[in-house]
């Protein structure tokens, strides 16, 4: 098993960073290294053939629904039509982080196509989300992704769960992979429910006309698509799988990269991290070669990712020497495991938040 690669050792580290002053500082050079490497640069091209293809892969997997016809058989294309939803997610994740153009206009255009169209999945619930989060990564207080819901991410969030909840977070990180065969729903409902709210993300009638309208024409196209190629038995079954595998599929992507990694919260001094300190200190990477970055969408370069939001992903790759080399002269802690391993780690810590309820649980 792949063992974490921490460099430099943890001690030289986190609660040992100055304060608010100094972020600038430390990553002004990395930013003018990385910049003067050109890895800022937009690669329209590169997508441009990324997204040709994913959308020829799901126009294949249609045809073999039509040309199966209604047959058990065709849910095997479940399989495939998964993998090719989640590259639509990752198309429409970096969509959102401009990192496919500057033009703010093909940008929104291609999320919606792609995030609400494709996927069902609101972009302006996702944007508002994904964007406190990467200003905050890991801050029990301000990210909400590591705020207590179904999974909690600190013991002192375990206080009171009691019933489900409470068997959930004893159990979580068994859980954790079963749980995650619901993600894939859990977007849309989300979504919906963030536009249907008065005080939504939304900012615009406009916006929420559209939203709504590609929400309504991907549930729509979608449910039609089944009940015209297969039976109702197994449109129910082919949707169910697929969404569930898509939800396995994310879930595989986002856990590793920031769950057991420092919180701001817990140092004194944590809301005055810099941005470098702040990103790197409490993001994971995943080693892996060209498979491992398909297969995760680029996310396994979490750190670089942080650092740079807007980095196309085809150049998180080449900028982890400069980063990499920049974190160990400034003696800040640069975490990178292996794929096993960052599963490892993650659920590991899922497991010991949950220790107090499972302590309680057996008196």
Not at 21 to 45: D, I, N
Request: proline share 6%; charged share 15%; net charge positive.
């Amino acid at each position: 098993m792949s063992q974490a690669t921490v460099l430099p050792p943890a001690a030289a580290a986190p609660a040992a960073a100055p304060a608010r002053a100094r972020g600038g500082s430390e990553f002004t050079p990395l930013l003018r290294t990385v910049r003067s490497q050109g890895l800022l640069e937009h690669r329209p091209g590169w997508y441009a053939r990324g997204i040709a293809v994913n959308l020829l892969g799901i126009a294949a997997v249609v045809t073999g629904l039509a040309l199966i016809g209604p047959s058990w058989w065709a849910l095997l294309l479940a399989v495939p039509l998964a993998l090719l939803s989640a590259r639509a997610a990752f198309v429409g994740h970096d969509a959102g982080h401009a990192q496919i153009t500057a033009n703010r206009k093909v940008s929104r255009i291609l999320q919606l196509v792609h995030a609400n169209l494709l996927l069902g999945m609101s972009r302006e619930w996702w944007n508002d989300k994904h964007n406190r989060h990467h200003a905050h990564p890991n801050h029990l207080d301000k990210d909400p992704d590591v705020a207590a819901d179904i999974l909690v991410f600190a013991e002192h969030q375990t206080a009171g769960r009691t019933g489900l909840r409470g068997f959930l977070t004893r159990h979580q990180a068994w859980l954790f992979f079963p749980l995650t065969t619901l993600e894939g729903i859990a977007l849309k409902v989300y979504g919906v429910q963030a536009l249907l709210a008065k005080d939504g993300p939304c900012r615009s009638r406009r916006e929420r006309l559209v939203e709504g309208a590609l929400l309504l024409a991907h549930f729509a196209g979608y449910t039609a698509l089944l009940l015209t190629l297969l039976t109702p038995a197994q449109a129910l079954v082919f949707a169910l799988v697929h969404q569930m595998l898509l939800g396995v599929h994310l879930g595989m992507a986002f856990a590793p990269n920031h769950k057991g990694m420092e919180r701001p919260d817990e140092h004194a001094d944590g809301d005055g991290w810099g941005h470098l300190r702040r990103q790197v200190l409490t993001s994971r990477n995943i080693r892996g070669g060209v498979l491992t970055d398909w297969f995760l969408g680029g996310l396994n370069y979490q750190v670089e990712h942080h650092l740079f939001p807007s980095m196309p992903r085809p150049n998180l790759r080449l900028a982890q020497p400069a980063v990499r080399a920049h974190c160990a002269a400034l003696g800040v802690p640069y975490t990178e495991t292996g794929f096993v391993d960052s599963y490892r780690q993650a659920l590991g810590h899922l497991h010991d938040v949950g220790a107090p309820l499972r302590s309680e649980w057996a008196e």
